[in-house]
Nanobody, 119 residues
């Protein structure tokens, strides 16, 4: 199992920056992929950014050039640096982890952290 604890959300003006952190309960070397998703009111949860254990990175088109996902393996932590924030980035942001074994693929989720961008 993997427990994920997010932090770093808050209220920021448009054009500002925030950095989200997600601490995992075990070594992220053992996790196939970690990522950030978000869900705005009335909308489906969507992928924001993801990074695999092989360091392959994927971003949603809407955040390319503004958001950066990174990891600190020593701290078992994944970060999401968000710059040039827009009101449409307002959402609850969730950290995710995907583990893969010969028996199963499992997804784990954090509790979510609110990001609000004011215009």
């Amino acid at each position: 199992q993997v427990q994920l604890v997010e932090s770093g959300g808050g209220l920021v003006q448009a054009g500002g920056s925030l950095r989200l952190s997600c601490a995992a309960s075990r070594s992220i070397f053992s996790i196939y992929a970690m990522g950030w998703y978000r869900q705005a009111p009335g909308k489906q949860r969507e992928l924001v950014a993801a990074i695999t254990s092989g360091s392959n990175i994927n971003y949603a088109d809407s955040v390319k050039g503004r958001f950066t996902i990174s990891t600190d393996n020593a701290k078992n932590t994944v970060y999401l640096q968000m710059n040039s924030l827009k009101p449409e980035d307002t959402a609850v942001y969730y950290c995710s982890a995907k583990t893969v074994t010969t028996a199963a693929m499992r997804d784990y989720w954090g509790q979510g952290t609110q990001v609000t961008v004011s215009s």
